[in-house]
Structure formats: structure tokens, C-alpha cells
């Protein structure tokens, strides 16, 4: 009774996470595997773990937000120049950017950026293209600037942010401004990146024939990875492959096998589903 709560408790927090799904969720007396809990139990690990500046690199998609009249450090007629969305509910605007992110190679890292995040010193702000320098401490993002136009070189960090971890994908990125009562904050979302796992894996079984399906979760799929193994003590290796939501596999008399399925593309594989096993009689 008490694990179960405790599990319980793990799938709320992993329900309020953006972004975070879980390959199975369960019902009351439900079984899980070892291999989903662990699965929930590294997402949940992961969460705690000190950001760094490393993890950051690669190519990630934007979405600003600010107040509605103004942008950070003054919300009542500043200009932060164009693309933005229409104000919602007249609490916030939005638009898009992409930030790439480069290691140095000697221990430091910068960031490239459609839109800067500083104004610019003079005419249109926070509507160019600049250059920064980038490092991560404590759950503090800095950025200081190196190039943009209007921008120039700053001795020290520009701008300090809050950094959160919101998934192995995501971050959270935001600054509270209660001088002005002005707000920024970045939602960063890496692009390339794995596709979502699989779910619902079911079985059918007739005649020692097992018939395996499972729900598709991402249109940016290549193939899926069969997994199995006949003791519940042994690893799951794989297989065979399918190109689509279905598989057949045989299983003899007085056997049991479990299944687990994964998502594939051009940029990696999915964390697995549900595990379910499967007795031949």
C-alpha cells in the first residue's frame, strides 16, 4: 500500500511537468514494471539535476513572452520592436525565435540569436539579431552581449536569468523585473530531438501467434523497436523492427515473454513504452 502511494505521488508531479508523459499510467491495484518506474524515476532525476551550460548546446526554437504595452523593464511604452502576437487576455504577448548554442572549446559557450534578448542601445529594441556569451550557475542563466546591432561589448553579464529544467527537451527560462513590474520569459524547446515513446502496448494472442500493437505518439517516426526477454530477471534486447503500429511474433507452448516497443528517427530513440507479458499455455 505504501509504494503505491508513493507511485501515486510520482505521476502527479510528472503530470504537471510540461511535456513529461509517461509510457503507462496506472489504476488502482495495477502492476508496474521495473523498467517503466525506472523510466519515471530518471525523468524525475533528471529534473533535480544542476542545469549546465553544456547540456544547452544545440539548436533550440524560442517563445518570448512580455507584458503587453512594453517589454523588460518598463511594461508602459517601451519598443520591442515587431512579430509579436496579439496580447491574451491583455496580461501578455508572444513571438518565436531561434537561438543556436556553440561550446568555445575552451570551457566557455555562446549563444546566437534571431531576436536579442537586450535592447539595443539606440532606435528599435530586442528586435535584431545579436551574439552573447552564455554560462549556467546555481539555476542562474547569464548572458552577456558580444555583437548586435546597437549592441555593445558588456564587461560583465548583460542580463541574469532563472533557469528551470523542464524536461530532457525543455527549458524554462524567466526574469522578474518588481522595480517596473515587467516581465521576460523563454520557453526553449530543442529542435532535432528524439520522438515521443509509443503507448498502450496490447497483445493478442491465438494459436502461439502474439500479436502486438501499440498507439503512435509522434508523426515524426522512422520505425519502432521491438524489445523483449523471457525472464523477468534478464534485459530486454531487441527483437525484430516494424515500420508501423503492429508486430507478430511466435511463442511456444509453456513460454512467457515480455514486450516493450520504442520509437525511432533520424535523431535517436524513444523511451520505451508499457511493458506487458505475454503467456503461451
Same mark, same amino acid.
Given at each position: 500500500m505504501r509504494l503505491t502511494f508513493i507511485i501515486c505521488l510520482f505521476l502527479s508531479s510528472i503530470t504537471f511537468a510540461a511535456d513529461y508523459k509517461s509510457a503507462q499510467r496506472l489504476a488502482s491495484g495495477d502492476v508496474i514494471s521495473a523498467d517503466v518506474f525506472?523510466?519515471?524515476?530518471?525523468?524525475?532525476?533528471?529534473?533535480?539535476?544542476?542545469?549546465?551550460?553544456?547540456?544547452? =548546446?544545440?539548436?533550440? #526554437?524560442?517563445?518570448?513572452?512580455?507584458?503587453?504595452?512594453?517589454?523588460?523593464?518598463?511594461?508602459?511604452?517601451?519598443?520591442? *520592436?515587431?512579430?509579436?502576437?496579439?496580447? =491574451?487576455?491583455?496580461?501578455?504577448?508572444? #513571438?518565436?525565435?531561434?537561438?543556436?548554442?556553440?561550446?568555445?572549446?575552451?570551457?566557455?559557450?555562446? =549563444?546566437?540569436?534571431?531576436?536579442?534578448?537586450?535592447?539595443?542601445?539606440?532606435?528599435?529594441?530586442?528586435?535584431?539579431?545579436?551574439?552573447? #556569451?552564455?554560462?549556467?550557475?546555481?539555476?542562474?542563466?547569464?548572458?552577456?552581449?558580444?555583437? *548586435?546591432? *546597437?549592441?555593445?561589448?558588456?564587461?560583465?553579464?548583460?542580463?541574469?536569468?532563472?533557469?528551470?529544467?523542464?524536461?530532457?527537451?525543455?527549458?524554462?527560462?524567466w526574469r522578474l523585473n518588481s522595480g517596473s513590474n515587467s516581465f521576460v520569459s523563454f520557453t526553449l524547446d530543442r529542435i532535432a530531438w528524439p520522438p515521443e515513446a509509443p503507448s498502450s502496448l496490447s497483445a493478442v494472442f491465438d494459436s502461439g501467434t502474439v500479436s502486438l500493437s501499440w498507439a503512435e505518439n509522434d508523426v515524426n517516426v522512422t520505425s519502432y523497436t521491438i524489445k523483449s526477454k523471457d525472464d523477468p530477471l534478464d534485459d530486454f534486447t531487441e527483437l525484430n523492427t516494424s515500420s508501423s503500429a503492429f508486430f507478430t511474433d511466435e511463442l511456444i507452448a509453456g513460454k512467457s515473454r515480455w514486450y516493450r516497443v520504442f520509437a525511432v528517427n533520424e535523431h535517436g530513440i524513444s523511451i520505451g513504452s508499457n511493458v506487458i507479458r505475454v503467456d503461451s499455455p
Open positions: 525506472n523510466d519515471i524515476l530518471d525523468r524525475i532525476e533528471l529534473t533535480l539535476k544542476e542545469i549546465t551550460a553544456n547540456e544547452m =548546446v544545440g539548436s533550440w #526554437r524560442v517563445q518570448w513572452k512580455t507584458c503587453v504595452n512594453g517589454g523588460p523593464g518598463n511594461c508602459f511604452g517601451l519598443d520591442v *520592436g515587431t512579430g509579436w502576437s496579439d496580447s =491574451v487576455d491583455n496580461l501578455y504577448k508572444s #513571438r518565436t525565435d531561434i537561438w543556436e548554442v556553440e561550446s568555445d572549446g575552451d570551457g566557455t559557450y555562446s =549563444v546566437s540569436m534571431q531576436k536579442c534578448f537586450t535592447g539595443a542601445v539606440s532606435g528599435t529594441y530586442y528586435n535584431d539579431a545579436c551574439s552573447a #556569451r552564455l554560462a549556467v550557475d546555481s539555476g542562474i542563466l547569464l548572458l552577456g552581449t558580444l555583437t *548586435g546591432a *546597437g549592441v555593445t561589448l558588456a564587461s560583465q553579464h548583460s542580463s541574469m536569468f532563472n533557469i528551470k529544467r523542464v524536461s530532457d527537451s525543455r527549458f524554462s527560462v
